[in-house]
């Protein structure tokens, strides 16, 4: 969603209409499994999703509903999906494209976590994997085939450090039709990935219908769901750390300069970048 507020300014208040009644500034904690419904018709609406609303907390909850504002609108996606932790949102996002007999095609640089869940379980569900070198756009293109259902990559690989050309993979993904999966490493301040061709960020989901598909089925039936406390924490842990972006990056910058200023242990000679 294209907007014009600063990301410091999402990072505190994105997403959150403070409480009518009470006015609390800080985002409630909803602990809560269950919502009162306004009589059997309502109920009967939510359910059959004929009218949008809170049904469950493993579904949907007040409190993740702000976090998952906030992340998407930091990201600039439509919409996000909050789950328990970074596996769990790479499986979900994975499996509500491709099921048994569908391909994905992968970097070879990922998170060993990652590539574990991608070499051993995705085959073992009957998803197919293929690792392609990072970066090796023909190579990329070579695996797609009719069965590959998505491309996945990390943007900055962990923990090779190497930088994916967005633009390159996600030209590949749309050519084939298929998504561009992306496990978004860095914060949105440094890099929103929906403004580099990105379908659908690992943090922040790109596509209304996918998301409602992925919170109503592998949410609901495999039940990987942030507590309210965890989403509670969510937004408090990123509006500390995203402010003082811009001085980190300062600061490494510094520190990249200075090295690059000094001799090299190796060949001696200073960095041509310097
Ligand atoms: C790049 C990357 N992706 C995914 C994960 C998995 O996240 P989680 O530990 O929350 O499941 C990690 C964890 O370090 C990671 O570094």
Same mark, same amino acid.
């Given at each position: %969603?294209?907007?014009?507020?600063? =990301? /410091? ?27 009162? @419904? ?6 009967t609406k939510l359910f059959s999703l004929q009218e949008f609303g809170f049904i469950?907390?493993?579904? %949907? ?16 996606? *439509? ?8 596996? &769990? ?41 293929? @690792? ?18 998505? *491309?996945?990559? /990390?943007?900055?690989?962990? !923990?090779?450090?190497? $930088? ?6 996600? /030209?590949?993904?749309? &050519?084939?039709? *298929? ?13 929103? =990935? ?7 960020? $690992? ?25 309210? @406390?965890?989403? @509670? ?12 972006? !811009? ?28």
């Open positions: %969603m294209a907007t014009t507020l600063h =990301p /410091e300014t999402l990072a505190l208040h994105a997403g959150q209409t403070p409480d009518p009644a009470t006015g609390s500034r800080a985002v409630p904690i909803h602990q809560t499994t269950s919502y009162q @419904f306004r009589d059997t018709d309502h109920a469950y907390t493993r579904l %949907m909850n007040p409190t993740t509903d702000v976090f998952e504002r906030r992340v998407s609108e930091l990201d600039g996606g *439509v919409g996000a999906l909050a789950v328990a932790s970074g596996q &769990a949102a790479i499986s979900l996002s994975l499996l509500n494209i491709a099921r048994a007999g569908d391909e994905i095609v992968a970097a070879d640089n990922l998170y060993g976590g990652t590539y574990n869940l991608l070499h051993y379980t995705l085959p073992r569900l009957g998803v197919k994997v293929s @690792f392609v070198p990072s970066n090796d756009i023909e190579a990329l293109q070579k695996a797609i085939n009719p069965r590959v259902k998505a *491309v996945f990559a /990390e943007s900055i690989g962990n !923990p090779k450090l190497d $930088v994916a050309d967005l633009r390159a993979i996600a /030209e590949v993904a749309h &050519a084939a039709g *298929v998504p561009f999966v992306l496990d978004n490493t860095v914060s949105p301040y440094l890099l929103r =990935p929906f403004e580099h061709g990105v379908d659908i960020a $690992v943090k922040a989901l790109g596509n209304i219908a996918y998301i409602i598909k992925a919170r109503v089925t592998l949410l609901r039936d495999l039940g990987p769901a942030l507590s309210p @406390f965890n989403s @509670f924490q969510g937004p408090a842990a990123r509006d500390a750390p995203l402010p003082g972006c !811009p001085r980190s990056c300062r600061a490494v910058s510094s520190c990249v300069v200075w090295c690059c200023r000094r001799p090299c242990p190796r060949c001696s000679s200073a960095c041509a970048t310097a």
